[in-house]
């Protein structure tokens, strides 16, 4: 069985840093993929960043060179440092997890980034 379980998160001022994490709390083998998406207000859920099971990354445009996907390999957990944040990254962000062929997701996470 596989659960999904999200922390970090919160309001912070612009140019500031939060960092969430994702874990994959259920036995068996490690993710796949592990993905990023966020969902601004009123928007569709848009992909944010990915780590391949072997680490590769890969990030959206709007993102690159401000967020960094990494991972605790032990933990099974990954994590996504957001720094300089800007008004428009205000989403609820929701990690998504490839594992054995199927999808789950996290329970989501606000992020509001407001002065």
């Known amino acids: 069985q596989v659960q999904v379980v999200q922390s970090g998160g919160g309001l912070v001022q612009p140019g500031g840093s939060l960092t969430l994490s994702c874990a994959d709390s259920?036995?068996?083998?490690?993710?796949?993929?592990m993905n990023w998406y966020r969902q601004p207000p009123g928007k569709q859920r848009e992909f944010v960043a990915t780590?391949?099971?072997?680490?590769?990354?890969n990030y959206a445009d709007s993102v690159k060179g401000r967020f960094t996907i990494s991972r605790d390999v032990v933990r099974n957990t990954v994590y996504l440092q957001m720094n300089s944040l800007k008004p428009e990254d205000t989403a609820v962000y929701y990690c998504?997890?490839?594992?054995?062929?199927?999808?789950?997701w996290g329970q989501g996470t606000q992020v509001t980034v407001s002065s």
């Open positions: 780590m391949l099971s072997g680490g590769a990354t």
């Open positions: 259920g036995s068996g083998s490690s993710f796949t993929v």
């Open positions: 998504n997890v490839l594992k054995g062929g199927l999808s789950y």
